[in-house]
């Protein structure tokens, strides 16, 4: 009767123990839980990403340095170690909870980031994106005909000439001033196309934009 509650006693531990399916990659040997990342905040003025979460532990210096605790961000192929944001480097960039990173020298793309802590292990990964940047100019000029005034040739300014840059979309007409000015161009370089109805059109190419300048073409001459 005692060898049947033993064997019974067994069983019923096999069935209900708990089973780990994961140790982490600590020196003590400890099972562990992963870490837990829920969100990630791109600041892009900061140029910082704040990651939130749980599980992330206590920072500590000498084990970040050494690559043992770390922060990941993946695009594509490419997989990049962050650092510590230098605007919370006295109040304390790593907490349980929260880690502030920057982000600075990273290009336009959208990335994984990870939290990998000794002890602790990896968890799922959140992604954050940072846009391009579009930096703008501006384009001016004045349109204009030639004209016989008492047998002289004089320089006409021509109103409602259409201006445009090709393949953009982008263009504007002259005004009763035949002044013509077209702003929020992305910085890059274009050709543009002048005409009117009964005029011949004139074509201009490598017009350059910068970023903040109004590029100021030399006169356009519409013959007709």
Do not use: H
């Amino acid at each position: 009767m005692f060898k049947a509650i033993y064997v019974l006693l067994i069983g019923l531990t096999l069935v209900f123990s708990p089973i780990c399916l994961s140790f982490a990659d600590d020196d003590s040997g400890m099972p562990s839980i992963d870490t837990q990342v829920t969100g990630v905040t791109y600041d892009a003025a900061k140029k910082e990403i704040s990651i939130s979460g749980s599980m992330f532990g206590a920072y500590n210096d000498s084990a970040f340095k050494a690559g043992k605790n770390k922060i990941t961000a993946a695009s594509g192929s490419s997989t990049v170690n962050l650092a510590l944001a230098k605007s919370c480097a006295d109040s304390g960039c790593w907490t349980p909870t929260k880690i502030t990173c920057d982000v600075s020298s990273l290009p336009a793309g959208t990335y994984n980031v990870n939290v990998e802590v000794k002890g602790l292990g990896t968890g799922d990964a959140k992604s954050f994106t940072i846009a391009p940047v579009i930096e703008y100019g501006s384009l001016a000029g004045f349109v204009f005909e030639i004209r016989l005034i008492n047998k002289n040739p004089v320089k006409v300014p021509l109103q409602g000439a259409m201006v445009n840059i090709a393949g953009k979309g982008i263009g504007t007409n002259s005004n009763n001033l035949t002044n013509f000015v077209i702003g929020q161009i992305p910085a890059g370089t274009y050709s543009i196309t002048v005409g009117k109805p009964g005029y011949r059109p004139v074509f201009r190419n490598g017009i350059v934009i910068k970023k903040g300048n109004n590029r100021l073409i030399p006169d356009v001459e519409l013959r007709r």
